[in-house]
Nanobody, 121 residues
Framework: QEQLVESGGDTVQPGGSLRLSCAAPGRIFSRYTMAWFRQVPGKEREFVAGIEGSLGTTNYNEAAEGRFTISRDYDAVYLQMNSLKPEDTAVYYC????????????????WGRGTQVTVSS
């Protein structure tokens, strides 16, 4: 099983920023389509942002558009989150190995264990 390791989750006030990181030791992320998802208790895992492996094209859900930025370098993928809102509170997961069928959790094979983001005053 591929091991993806997320980090950077924290508790911040509304309007604050966080930068999440995802690493996979020994892997070259520039070749993979990667994505960030999030999940709150009782709800399905939700797509947040993705970056395609071939051209680096980025995709965002409506809630993330304009506030979040996904990026990557040689061995990590990042999610810069600005203007955070309480509704952004969730466990954020990194995902890899996309089958190309769509930006859904079922389209990704490898996952990290998640990092908690809490937005609260």
């Amino acid at each position: 099983q591929e091991q993806l390791v997320e980090s950077g989750g924290d508790t911040v006030q509304p309007g604050g920023s966080l930068r999440l990181s995802c690493a996979a030791p020994g892997r070259i992320f520039s070749r993979y389509t990667m994505a960030w998802f999030r999940q709150v208790p009782g709800k399905e895992r939700e797509f947040v942002a993705g970056i395609e492996g071939s051209l680096g094209t980025t995709n965002y859900n409506e809630a993330a558009e304009g506030r979040f930025t996904i990026s990557r370098d040689y061995d990590a993928v990042y999610l810069q989150m600005n203007s955070l809102k309480p509704e952004d509170t969730a466990v954020y997961y990194c995902a890899a190995l996309w089958d190309g069928s769509g930006w859904t959790s079922g389209a990704f094979r490898f996952w990290g264990r998640g990092t908690q983001v809490t937005v609260s005053s």
